[in-house]
């Protein structure tokens, strides 16, 4: 199974609308499952019109870790206070008080108590599911609890997910989170390739360049979208200028259009939404099958 990493150092360029709709044009001719992997703010599931009632089963996971100690163990030494990092120990008549939204599970203070006061235990911090959509293919999903971290493991899970419930899928269509953190990481892990949309404007041009330098961290072959090309020509021009330089193909350059948005209200792909665009995937599609 090949895989397609959908990418963008900033959010709010058209990613998962890029990826929706590719999928479906990908899914014409090849076996694909979906993978949403923006654990954070997933929405790639309302592209094709699902609803989290329409997802087949949600696992709880546990991937994530938090201190607890022992009130009865302490002996108020407060060793585990001054090494926590993250500040999230607070001293309450001397005994450390876990904050468990500041607790990132890393275990510094387990190994600097003198009296093995301080266990490690499991927070369920997602669910992951899967569900069938209308299109007729296979799309796995997660939602991170309010406040939960350890959303690069669950990015894992959702592949995983994707991966056991379709199998024999010939493409894999990744939908990342924005930025350059922990779940793009864990989303851009292991594909084959990877497609980065930016927008003309200074902070699109700024975080696409980071999402290459994550990109080509892991040596992945790489492409650019600009979406909204023309709403500003000139910066425009300057991400094509640096592609150039930096031998990046741009597969697609696409016009700022309304029915984006109009096709999202929906809960459309815009490819559904407007037939005009079945003739650009086809082409996205096939740039991004070359590479
Ligand atoms: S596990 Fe790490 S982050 Fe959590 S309280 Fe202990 S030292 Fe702090
Ligand atoms: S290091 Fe152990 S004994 Fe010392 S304050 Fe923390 S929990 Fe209590």
């Known amino acids: 199974m090949k895989k397609i990493v959908i990418l963008s150092g ?26 949403d992997c923006d654990v954070d703010a997933s929405n790639l599931s309302l592209l094709f019109g699902l609803k989290t009632e329409d997802y087949e089963e949600w696992k709880t996971l546990s991937t994530d870790k938090r201190a607890v ?15 926590c990092y993250f500040k999230a120990m607070k001293p309450v008549e001397g005994i450390p008080k876990v904050d468990e939204f500041g607790c990132e599970g890393c275990g510094a203070c387990k190994l600097v108590c003198p009296v093995g006061a301080i266990t490690l235990v499991d927070v369920e911090n997602a669910s992951v599911g899967y569900a069938k959509t209308k299109q007729g293919f296979m799309i796995a999903s997660a939602q991170l609890r309010p ?13 995983k997910k994707a991966t056991t419930k379709e199998p024999e899928a010939d493409i894999m269509i990744i939908d990342s989170a924005a930025g350059i953190g922990c779940p793009v990481i864990a989303s851009v892990t292991g594909s084959d390739a990877a497609i980065i949309v930016t927008e003309p404007t200074p902070s699109g041009y700024s975080d696409m360049k980071r999402a290459l330098a994550v ?3 892991f040596k992945i072959k790489r492409s650019i979208i600009i979406n909204k090309s023309d709403l500003n020509e000139e910066m425009s021009h300057k991400i094509e200028q640096f592609c150039k330089e930096k031998d990046i193909p741009i597969i697609q350059k696409i016009p700022f259009d309304k029915a984006f948005v109009k096709a999202m209200t929906e809960m459309k792909p815009i490819i559904e939404y407007e037939k005009r665009y079945e003739k650009i995937f086809e082409e996205i599609k096939k740039r991004i099958l070359e590479l």
């Open 147 to 159: 406040g939960a971290s350890g959303s690069g493991k669950i990015v894992f899970e959702v592949k």
């Open 69 to 83: 100690v022992d009130e009865k163990k302490c002996i108020k030494c407060g060793k585990c206070i001054e090494t």
């Open 215 to 217: 990109v080509d961290h």
């Open 10 to 35: 900033k959010g709010g360029v058209g990613k998962s609308s890029i990826s929706a709709s590719l999928a479906v044009s990908m899914a014409k001719d090849k076996k694909i499952v979906c993978a």
